[in-house]
Protein backbone atom coordinates (compact mmCIF):
# COMPACT_ATOMS: atom_id res chain seq x y z
CA UNK A 1 0.00 0.00 0.00
CA UNK A 2 0.85 3.74 -0.41
CA UNK A 3 1.49 5.88 2.07
CA UNK A 4 -0.21 9.01 0.09
CA UNK A 5 -2.63 8.61 -3.03
CA UNK A 6 -3.73 11.31 -5.26
CA UNK A 7 -7.27 11.82 -5.43
CA UNK A 8 -6.59 15.32 -7.61
CA UNK A 9 -8.23 13.49 -10.90
CA UNK A 10 -10.96 11.82 -9.15
CA UNK A 11 -14.80 11.97 -10.33
CA UNK A 12 -17.73 11.64 -8.45
CA UNK A 13 -19.68 8.51 -8.65
CA UNK A 14 -22.09 9.04 -11.51
CA UNK A 15 -24.55 5.91 -9.89
CA UNK A 16 -24.55 8.05 -6.97
CA UNK A 17 -28.63 8.79 -7.12
CA UNK A 18 -29.10 5.15 -7.70
CA UNK A 19 -27.91 4.34 -4.37
CA UNK A 20 -30.49 2.14 -2.36
CA UNK A 21 -31.62 2.46 1.28
CA UNK A 22 -32.01 -0.78 3.71
CA UNK A 23 -35.82 -0.08 5.41
CA UNK A 24 -37.91 -2.63 7.13
CA UNK A 25 -41.44 -2.81 5.68
CA UNK A 26 -44.41 -4.81 6.56
CA UNK A 27 -46.00 -6.72 3.26
CA UNK A 28 -49.16 -8.97 3.19
CA UNK A 29 -48.38 -12.88 2.44
CA UNK A 30 -50.72 -12.49 -0.74
CA UNK A 31 -48.99 -9.64 -2.22
CA UNK A 32 -45.29 -11.00 -1.74
CA UNK A 33 -46.31 -14.42 -2.74
CA UNK A 34 -47.91 -12.48 -6.31
CA UNK A 35 -44.34 -10.70 -6.74
CA UNK A 36 -42.42 -13.98 -6.20
CA UNK A 37 -44.85 -15.84 -8.72
CA UNK A 38 -43.32 -12.51 -11.24
CA UNK A 39 -40.13 -13.04 -10.60
CA UNK A 40 -40.02 -17.05 -11.43
CA UNK A 41 -41.45 -16.15 -14.70
CA UNK A 42 -39.39 -12.92 -15.60
CA UNK A 43 -36.23 -13.79 -13.49
CA UNK A 44 -36.28 -10.98 -12.01
CA UNK A 45 -35.55 -11.26 -8.13
CA UNK A 46 -39.11 -10.15 -6.31
CA UNK A 47 -37.53 -7.33 -4.26
CA UNK A 48 -36.09 -5.97 -7.27
CA UNK A 49 -39.78 -6.42 -9.18
CA UNK A 50 -41.05 -4.48 -6.01
CA UNK A 51 -38.80 -1.73 -6.00
CA UNK A 52 -39.24 -1.27 -9.53
CA UNK A 53 -42.89 -1.37 -9.47
CA UNK A 54 -42.57 1.26 -6.57
CA UNK A 55 -39.79 3.24 -8.65
CA UNK A 56 -42.56 3.36 -11.60
CA UNK A 57 -44.83 4.62 -9.34
CA UNK A 58 -42.80 7.42 -8.02
CA UNK A 59 -41.55 8.84 -11.46
CA UNK A 60 -45.04 9.00 -12.47
CA UNK A 61 -46.54 10.52 -9.46
CA UNK A 62 -49.22 8.32 -9.24
CA UNK A 63 -51.75 9.26 -6.76
CA UNK A 64 -53.68 6.58 -4.64
CA UNK A 65 -57.60 6.09 -4.68
CA UNK A 66 -58.52 4.41 -1.85
CA UNK A 67 -62.33 2.99 -1.80
CA UNK A 68 -62.87 1.64 1.47
CA UNK A 69 -65.53 -1.27 1.19
Known amino acids: MREEYNFSNAQKNPYIKKLKKQITINID ?23 LYLADCASKQKQLKLSWQ
Not at 29 to 51: M, R, V
Open 29 to 51: ADTIDYFKNQSESSGIPYQTLIN
